[in-house]
Each structure stands twice: as structure tokens, then as C-alpha cells.
């Protein structure tokens, strides 16, 4: 039995000295970014979040990486994961504050977000978050190459924001109070005057139910 015992625990010990040994660390910015980049193609995106954050930690100083974060960055918000693509454009938009892109990924901040709306009537903060976003970016980039877009999904958000406001006014109708419905209507034409021509989304029966 003891012998059985002492053959267990040297396996043991070489299995857990092999895996240290596999570990990677200490290697080139060059090393990490192509690592980052084979994962990226073959969807192996954790791993490349792992990378990245290697990358990140072993050479902040690396030319490497605002490119590095511009593709994990984007390869969330091709993925549809979009609070992890905000949260990539942040930091880019906080540390190189000074780089020639940071009108694009402003923009690319601003579509991130508006992509990430799943529920019209149940994003009332990311709907005004956003709005800020686009009103900064109106203000700061008037000339950029981007800027009608930006305005469009401007325009679509003011939209959405008096459609909720609209839901609410016919919500106070319902239960008869009358000066809240007054209050919630003018809201709504403050957001978008026009408000008779929105065009309502088509929500499927089973969410409408849930609206």
C-alpha cells in the first residue's frame, strides 16, 4: 500500500510540474498579438480575451496594442456581444485618447450600443445613455466622416424615446389619469414632435404580451 501511495503522489508531482512547464509567459508582444489573431479565426474567442489580456499585462507599452484592441474590440461586436465590445472601445477611447481613430471608434461605441437593443420598451437607460453618447459625438465631431450615421441613429433613438413615453401617456388613459397622460404626451413631442407618423415596431404576439 505504501508503495502504491509513493507511485500516486510522483505522478502527481510530474503531472503538476508538466503543466507548469506548459504554462505560457514572458513572451514577445509579437507572440501574443498572432496567438490573439489565430484564435480570432478559428472562434476561439475566450481564449482570445485570455490572449489579449496577456498581451496587456506583460507589454502596456507595446505598439501592438491599441491594433490588438481595435479587433477584440470588434470581434465581440461582429459576435453580437456588445457589452463586451463597449467595454473594449472604453478602454481604447481612455488610453489612446490622442490616436487619429477616436472619432471611428466613438462611432463604433455609438453603434455597439444601439445594436444592443433587444426590448423597446425595457431599455429606457440604455436608450438615454446612448442619446448622450450621440449628442457628444454631434457636438465634438461635426466634421466627421461618420456623422450621418451617427444623426441617423440619433434620430431612430429620439424616436424610440417617444414611443415609450407615448406608451405610458396611453397607460395613465387607461387607468383615468388624465394629467399624467398630458404630461407624458408632451414628453413624447419633445423627443420627436411628429409624433403621428412613428411608425410602431412589430413586436411577435408572445413578447407584445409581456410590453
Known amino acids: 500500500m505504501k508503495n502504491i501511495l509513493l507511485i500516486i503522489s510522483i505522478i502527481f508531482i510530474f503531472n503538476a510540474c508538466s503543466s507548469k512547464q506548459t504554462e505560457e509567459y514572458n513572451k ?27 498581451l496587456e499585462s506583460e507589454h502596456r507599452n507595446s505598439p501592438l496594442l491599441p491594433s490588438a484592441l481595435m479587433i477584440i474590440a470588434t470581434t465581440h461586436m461582429d459576435d453580437e456581444e456588445y457589452e463586451l465590445a463597449v467595454y473594449y472601445f472604453d478602454q481604447y477611447i481612455k488610453r489612446f485618447e490622442k490616436s487619429g481613430l477616436k472619432d471611428y471608434v466613438r462611432y463604433l461605441k455609438i453603434k455597439a450600443k444601439f445594436l444592443a437593443f433587444k426590448e423597446q420598451f425595457r431599455d429606457q437607460k440604455l436608450i438615454d445613455d446612448t442619446l448622450h453618447d450621440t449628442n457628444e459625438f454631434i ?36 387607468i383615468d389619469k388624465p394629467k399624467g397622460a398630458k404630461v407624458y404626451f408632451a414628453k413624447a413631442k419633445e423627443s420627436w414632435s411628429d409624433i403621428k407618423n412613428i411608425k410602431k415596431v412589430d413586436v411577435p404576439w408572445y413578447k407584445a404580451i409581456f410590453e
Not at 508582444?29 to 489580456?53: E, G, V
Not at 424616436?159 to 396611453?170: G, N, P, R, T, V
Request: hydrophobic letters at 35%; a positive charge.
Open 28 to 54: 514577445p508582444a509579437l507572440y501574443w498579438y498572432n496567438k490573439m489573431l489565430q484564435q480570432i479565426a478559428t472562434y476561439q474567442y475566450d481564449k482570445a480575451d485570455d490572449t489579449f489580456t496577456s
Open 139 to 174: 457636438a465634438k465631431y461635426p466634421n466627421s466622416s461618420y456623422i450621418y450615421i451617427v444623426k441617423t441613429i440619433q434620430s431612430r433613438l429620439y424616436m424610440s424615446k417617444a414611443m415609450l413615453d407615448i406608451e405610458i401617456a396611453q397607460l395613465y388613459n387607461r
